[in-house]
């Protein structure tokens, strides 16, 4: 418990300190733990993969499907699919073939347990910075599916083929059938588990009850989904597509409570997973000390090389081969430029699902030691040269700042305009029947709510690009959220002096808190 309270209190101060200085969180993570690794004295940390996997990946799969578009996904399904199923398989076998020829003595069926370890990307780190410098929409969302998905297929084969290492006997149509079953189930488990948890929350109706509820929904699924001998991954990211699409039945109170929660998790789960990643080299190292160190730099270059090359390699005629000999998909969608996949193939970024099945790996499998050095290799490798740089490569590439916020605003205010008058003619039927004696200065205040709120967002749109200026509401928002502050201060004057109790205080700020809330949205645009 010491030595756990050792690392959660640094770890989280160094992530507040990266996160306020916009530094590459997992980057600088990964380092601290690497320096620190060699501090004398420190203990050494050890990662528990059934730990990781029970306790790391399901919140924080199950956090990104609730942000996730379901209907993305629906749209998106040929390249998803070429991602997170064919580039996982495509890179088993080319760091297979790879590993078998550079590494003396590593037989075939281990050099694909090592292909399997490394197929699974963890795109935090890019996704992160492709959200902060405002990549295309699209192609964020085919990161952040393929990072979900592909978890399960490398999983998935991972078992396979320690099976095999083992001498289970597994033949390539029991593999396919065992991927399809293990997969398939977990989508179905997902989205049984899903369906009466929806039902329990909105029964429910109080926001911390809610949330409890949610904070459980990862962790039954995944364990129930292992126990069953179903994707444990499949089934917690089926579950959490299906809420997250379904959360706006949920109370206001309740979904921003349970984002706020589960962001703040997640915030502590990748920064405890990124600092433990760095706190495994010694041990790691020291495991290896029969093997020249020129030689594991050597097999670590092959490898870290073949899995970001072999990323390029299929990528761009994933991307472009099926639409040159389709031309109905070539019409439907037609080829993006060369920019966009170039990015994707540099969001190749490993990390703690493939460090987590290394550590998995049964302690009398041959060169299980050098399995896991070369999975950490190849870990450290692409966070520091893809994660690092990938930054630079977007800026290069011309893709900064190319989201779509105008087509956004565009699509906001058609939409804004559509339900105020929706709202009005609503609020009209209301005052001409059962509330025909309402007092007439709310319903006026009431219409002018509705005007504003379906001229806003055309004010956006036409003030985007325009810095320095304000909109009418903007300018409101701004003006508004000066005098919130004034309030609260006045409440918090008063309860020092005596002339109001906690209590109230709590109450009313807590309105005010709503109220900033709401108007905090737009001030950022």
């Not at 460090?355 to 049964?362: K, R, T, V, Y």
């Not at 309030?487 to 004057?493: L, T």
Request: glycine letters at 6%; one cysteine or more; aromatic letters at 8%.
């Amino acid at each position: 418990m010491t030595e756990a309270l050792l690392l959660v209190v640094p770890v989280t101060l160094l992530a507040v300190v990266v996160r306020r200085m916009e530094v590459s969180a997992p980057v600088s993570l990964v380092l601290a733990g690497l320096l620190a690794s060699f501090v004398p004295g420190v203990p050494d940390y050890h990662l528990d993969p059934h730990l990781v996997l029970f306790l790391f990946i399901p919140p924080m799969v199950y956090s990104e499907a609730c942000e996730s578009s379901f209907l993305s996904f629906r749209v998106n399904a040929r390249p998803i699919a070429l991602l997170s199923v064919g580039l996982v398989l495509f890179t088993a076998a080319l760091v297979a073939l790879v590993a078998h020829t550079v590494v003396p003595g590593m037989s075939w069926p281990v050099a694909f347990v090592l292909g399997a370890v490394l197929g699974p990307t963890d795109v935090v780190a890019a996704v992160s910075v492709a959200r902060r410098l405002g990549l295309p929409r699209r192609l964020v969302r085919i990161m952040v599916a393929e990072s979900l998905f592909n978890d399960s297929t490398g999983l998935t084969a991972y078992r396979i083929t320690v099976a095999i290492v083992a001498g289970g006997g597994f033949s390539l149509l029991d593999g396919v059938r065992d991927f399809v079953l293990v997969c398939s189930s977990g989508l179905v488990l997902g989205l049984l588990i899903a369906w009466p948890v929806r039902r329990l929350q909105c029964w429910l109706g109080d926001a911390v009850a809610h949330t409890a509820v949610s904070l459980l929904v990862p962790f039954v699924t995944y364990a129930l989904a292992e126990y069953l001998h179903a994707s444990g991954v499949l089934a917690v990211l089926a579950a959490g597509l299906y809420l997250g699409h379904h959360s706006n039945r949920a109370s206001h109170a309740a979904r921003l409570q349970e984002q706020a929660s589960w962001k703040l998790i997640v915030f502590l789960l990748e920064s405890l997973v990124f600092a433990l990643i760095g706190l495994q080299l010694r041990p790691v190292v020291r495991a290896l000390d029969g093997i020249p160190l020129w030689s594991l730099l050597w097999y670590a270059a092959a490898v870290s090389a073949t899995v970001m090359l072999g990323r390029f390699l299929w990528v761009f005629p994933a991307t472009y081969l099926p639409r040159w000999l389709s031309p109905r998909l070539r019409a439907r969608d037609p080829s993006p430029p060369w920019q966009l996949p170039a990015a994707l193939s540099w969001a190749g970024i490993r990390g703690v699902v493939s460090l987590a099945a290394a550590f998995a790996l049964p302690d009398d499998m041959p060169h299980r030691e050098l399995v896991l050095f070369l999975t950490f290799s190849v870990t450290l490798s692409t966070l520091f040269v893809q994660g690092l740089g990938f930054p630079t490569v977007v800026r290069r590439l011309g893709l900064a700042g190319r989201s779509g916020d105008h087509d956004d605003h565009l699509a906001e205010a058609k939409a804004q305009e559509e339900a105020a008058r929706l709202a009005q003619h609503r609020l009209e039927e209301l005052v001409a029947g059962e509330h025909q004696h309402c007092p007439q200065h709310v319903v006026l205040r009431l219409r002018e709510v509705a005007e504003y709120r379906r001229v806003a967002a055309w004010e956006r749109l036409r003030d985007s690009g325009r810095p320095g200026t304000h909109s009418p509401a903007a300018a409101y928002q701004l003006l508004r959220r000066e005098m919130l502050t004034a309030e609260r201060e006045a409440f918090i004057a008063m309860r020092n002096q005596g002339r109001l109790d906690d209590e109230v205080v709590r109450q009313v700020v807590h309105q005010l808190d709503f109220e900033e809330a709401a108007l905090s949205r737009d001030l950022h645009l």
